[in-house]
């Protein structure tokens, strides 16, 4: 079992930039795709990024594309989230996720995560 804790949530402007960082441990971070979902108050839980366990591959949902970059540190077990041009639609709870098994085929659904952070809240204002 891996333990997730996300940080670097917090209130920025429209337009503005933000880092969110994930802190894995637990389990051999490095064997797993990560991925960043969120949910947005009264919506179901979304995709919004992955990243395969070597660093290779990166997804991400077109509401982000071109706005968005995920990455990861493994020697620091660590996946981030930078986040650019904030609009006032990114307002809600991120949340990192691990893979249920190592090192295969980046996933984009929530169902094939096993292992969830707490959440840190990003609201971005006009």
């Known amino acids: 079992q891996v333990q997730l804790v996300e940080s670097g949530g917090g209130l920025v402007q429209a337009g503005a930039s933000l880092t969110l960082s994930c802190a894995a441990s637990?389990?051999?971070?490095?064997?797993?795709?990560m991925g960043w979902f969120r949910q947005a108050p009264g919506k179901e839980r979304e995709f919004v990024a992955a990243?395969?366990?070597?660093?290779?591959?990166?997804y991400y949902a077109d509401s982000v594309k071109g706005r968005f970059t995920i990455s990861r540190d493994n020697a620091k077990n660590t996946v981030y989230l930078q986040m650019n041009s904030l609009k006032l639609e990114d307002t809600a709870v991120y949340y990192c996720?691990?893979?249920?098994?190592?090192?295969?085929?980046?996933?984009?659904?929530?169902?094939?995560?096993?292992?969830w952070g707490q959440g840190t809240q990003v609201t971005v204002s006009s």
């Open positions: 990243i395969s366990w070597s660093g290779t591959y990166t």
């Open positions: 637990g389990r051999t971070f490095s064997s797993y795709n």
């Open positions: 996720a691990s893979d249920s098994r190592p090192g295969r085929r980046v996933a984009v659904i929530l169902s094939e995560y096993a292992c």
